[in-house]
């Protein structure tokens, strides 16, 4: 008899509610829960792929060590001895700092990494904190910290209200909610937009699988986006259209605005973005005038040169046009568990210590991920020389992955908290698997912040790992135990600290963790057994989640600043505008280079990097895949579903390639998280389809200046045909395969 048990697929932020049949310890199938408050039965193809993640035969289930170099299973007891003993060693001897930790996207999908994010910090003790956000997201958690005054103050598209929508930089078709929960199938809620007779654009150098849900696609030479935003401000300012509406006396700055742009001439930006004069002033006309309308972009925009400037522009945009707190504009949740006003360390900071190196500034206690490698690798006082990292890969997801791999074989102690031996855990001394995906229970203690309702859901285990079987909670908070114990100066300090850790460990379970939260939280039923609210009993009792609300208006009382105002012109920010009039409008020609293409980042449809172990996800036609305009390929002579050579000032790679007028001019893209060509690597399907790996390819030397953040769009690359034209397969360039025709 199979039952089916319901979840929250745990991939991406969409937070998709899925159903899973199954039988003893079988899965049967996984479908999307068609009563799930959020997602309403929508999911995409990954979900499906959990279920191979399950049954993977290449998932670690035992701590394994590397012995000359060959990799043997060791006991857990002996595992974490030996963790803690090598890092108490190092930090020991050669200071705090000498250990530095690497949290990688899965984290801020699990409940068990993210509740020990906070201690991990405490407790070792190290500035050298590195995570996926410095390749990803910082500039928006800046731009947030300084506006707001918190760095995870999300502002929230409200799709489901709006009347205008404009976006930069992201495909949601394909990534879904990119940093909104917005369940999957993100575009039926642009085809509503339409419906209800309101407009949706997008601005990107590919015309991604998006545009066909839009009323308009324009190009945009990559890491110009900043300038465009200019050129939609200025225009909304003389047309006389600016309007701070309910947040009038909320709102600090707002008299800067105008003199700091100033001097950019719309002509020039026009010529600069490859975007007409007449369409910025068009479209900023109709964003200010359309009832509501939302300015919002992702990945394009945030790894790029101008990350910080182009999140910041945008809420300039919304705010000044009366969309900032307003439905059908940005908006802000209201979460359930309020992490983020009872933990004031996450709120963000900056500039409080640099790295030792490059001299690059903290934020948010982090330090950028493209300094890792220099940091392993300049010998002198601070010298990291033992990294923890968990459930990320930056041998493949970091600028430059093969400096980086040189780096990580150069530390005197690595240990990997990760199901597989990857291009990164490979180089560490000792791996400790988590259970697998349904061992465990599951809140979305982070992306609850990004939701796009108020809403709450849990999601209990729904198999018994083989036994002993730790989760992350468990693996994260014993690796520390016994790093604090064994660093301990006398023994009444290490007797303390061993059973002051035990008893934590043994009492404080996430559950407990959550129930406190929920019941305490702004839906809470507190200890009032009569008083109805939140609890984890509540959640437990509704398997499909419990709908609190849609986003309601926060501002100003939600704001973290001190004066509890929007700061719309932090002088950070202000002071990055001359670097990018100088880079784009200096009035110099650019300099002829030998690589003169741009090639920037994509996602594709049905993966998403680690899950390359999933056959039902990867097998079939080959994704990993160059796109290149037909005229930039005729003019090297470059053949249709031949193999390319991509070359940059890092290095080179070899890439299927496809010739598409989807691409603009001068621009080339291709997909991140592929190259599984490494050696010593367990994941038998994704070396069986390995694709090439972009950060073979990209600089760590280049960052956003302002925010740190890695640059991996708008990388200038030269592109040739190969020598030896070897011929791909021959299947469209474009994936636009919906859940349906996948599964048919
Ligand atoms: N299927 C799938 N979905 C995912 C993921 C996945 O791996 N697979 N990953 C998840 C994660 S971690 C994230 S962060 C999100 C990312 O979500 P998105 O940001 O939507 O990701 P991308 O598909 O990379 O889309 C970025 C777009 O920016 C464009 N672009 C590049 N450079 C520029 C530029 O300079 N200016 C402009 N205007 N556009 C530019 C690219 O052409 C591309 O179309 O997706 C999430 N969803
Ligand atoms: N060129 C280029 N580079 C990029 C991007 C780009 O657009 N272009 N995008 C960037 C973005 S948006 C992101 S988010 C990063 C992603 O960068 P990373 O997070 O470093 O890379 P992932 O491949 O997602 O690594 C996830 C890891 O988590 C492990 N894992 C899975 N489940 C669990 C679990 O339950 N517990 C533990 N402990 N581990 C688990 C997987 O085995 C894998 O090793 O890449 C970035 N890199
Ligand atoms: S969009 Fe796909 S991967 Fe993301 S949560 Fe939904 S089903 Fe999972
Ligand atoms: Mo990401």
């Known amino acids: 008899m199979s039952n089916t048990h319901f979840r929250t697929c745990h991939l991406c932020e969409t937070m998709c509610g899925i159903a899973v049949e199954y039988e003893g310890d079988q899965i049967l199938s996984i479908k999307g829960d068609v009563y799930d408050v959020l997602s309403r039965g929508n999911i995409c193809p990954k979900a499906t792929g959990l279920q191979d993640v ?22 857990w007891k002996d595992a974490f001895q030996e963790v803690g003993s090598r890092l108490a060693e190092i930090q020991r001897r050669d200071g705090m700092n000498a250990v530095a930790s690497y949290e990688g996207r899965s984290t801020a999908h699990n409940l068990g990494c993210l509740l020990m994010v906070d201690p991990l910090r405490r407790f070792m003790g190290t500035e050298n904190i590195y995570t996926a956000s410095t390749v990803d997201q910082q500039p928006h958690n800046f731009v947030w910290y300084f506006m707001l005054g918190h760095q995870f103050m999300a502002t929230i598209p409200n799709l489901d209200r709006t009347d205008y929508y404009l976006m930069l930089g992201t495909n949601p078709k394909v990534t879904n909610g990119a940093q909104m929960a917005t369940g999957a199938n993100t575009y039926k809620k ?7 007779g309101g407009k949706v654009l997008l601005i990107d150098p590919r015309r991604n699988e998006t545009a066909p849900y839009c009323d308009e696609h324009h190009f945009i030479k990559p890491a110009t986006d900043a300038l465009l935003l200019i050129g939609l401000i200025k225009t909304v300012f003389a047309k006389g259209l600016a309007t701070p509406g309910r947040l009038k006396n909320h709102i600090t700055g707002w008299e800067k605005i105008e003199p700091a742009i100033s001097e950019f001439d719309l002509e020039e930006i026009a010529n600069a973005t490859g975007i007409g004069a007449a369409d910025i002033e068009r479209i900023a006309i109709e964003f200010a005038s359309a009832k509501s309308a939302i300015c919002y972009g992702r990945t394009g925009l945030s790894m790029q040169e101008f990350g910080g400037l182009c999140n910041w522009l945008m809420q300039v945009l919304n705010v000044v046009t009366g969309n ?3 439905p059908g504009g940005m908006m802000f949740p209201k979460t359930a568990i309020d992490t983020f006003s009872v933990l004031e360390s996450v709120k963000g900071n900056y500039g409080r210590y640099h790295s030792r190196v490059s001299g690059r500034p903290e934020f948010a206690d982090e330090l950028p991920v493209s300094v890792l490698a220099e940091e392993i690798m300049t010998p002198g006082k601070g010298q990291i020389k033992g990294l923890i990292a968990i459930a990320g890969n930056p041998a493949l997801a970091m600028p430059n992955g093969k400096l980086l791999e040189e780096a990580l074989d150069q530390l005197e102690f690595m240990v990997s908290i990760d199901p597989y031996l990857n291009e990164t855990s490979r180089h560490a001394d000792i791996i400790l698997p988590a259970v697998g995906p349904f061992e465990k229970s599951h809140y979305d203690l982070f992306y609850h912040t990004y939701d796009t309702i108020n809403w709450a859901k849990y999601s209990p285990a729904l198999f018994k790992p083989e036994a002993p079987g730790y989760t992350d909670y468990e693996i994260i908070a014993e690796v520390l135990r016994q790093v604090v114990v064994k660093r301990a100066s006398n023994p009444l300090k290490k007797l303390f600290a061993q059973s002051l850790g035990w008893l934590l460990l043994k009492t404080i379970t996430p559950e407990l963790i959550l129930d406190l939260g929920l019941r305490f939280g702004p839906y809470g039923k507190g200890l009032n057994p009569f008083k109805e609210g939140l609890s984890l009993k509540k959640l437990k009792e509704n398997p499909h989640g419990v709908f609190i609300s849609k986003l309601q208006r926060s501002l100003p009382e939600g704001l973290f600043t001190k004066d509890k105002k929007l700061h719309l012109a932090p002088e950070i920010l202000l002071s990055d505008l001359p670097r990018l009039k100088q880079r784009w409008l200096s009035g110099e020609p650019e300099k002829p280079s030998e690589f003169d293409l741009l090639i920037v980042s994509r996602n594709t449809n049905r993966t998403l990097g680690w899950m390359h172990n999933s056959l039902r996800l990867v097998k079939g036609k080959e994704t990993c895949t160059l796109l290149i305009h037909p005229d930039d390929a005729s003019r090297r002579k470059i053949i249709d579903n031949t193999y390319v050579t991509v070359s940059s000032v890092t290095g080179s790679i070899e890439v299927l390639v496809k010739i598409s007028d989807v691409m603009m001019p001068g621009v080339v893209s291709m997909p991140h998280l592929w190259g599984h060509t490494r050696p010593g690597t367990r994941l038998s399907v994704a070396n069986a389809h390995p694709g090439a790996s972009m950060n073979d390819i990209t600089n760590e030397k280049v960052m956003d200046e302002l925010t740190g953040n ?17 011929v791909g397969d021959t299947t469209p360039a474009h994936e636009n395969e919906t859940i349906e025709e996948f599964i048919a």
């Open 710 to 726: 890695a640059v991996v769009n708008g990388v200038p690359v030269k592109v040739e045909a190969s020598k030896d034209a070897r």
């Open 190 to 196: 642009l085809q509503a937009i339409r419906k209800r």
């Open 54 to 75: 399950h049954t993977d035969p290449d998932r670690l289930r035992k701590p394994i060590k590397k012995i000359n170099g060959e990799w043997l299973e060791i006991s």
């Open 324 to 326: 900032m707190d307003e």
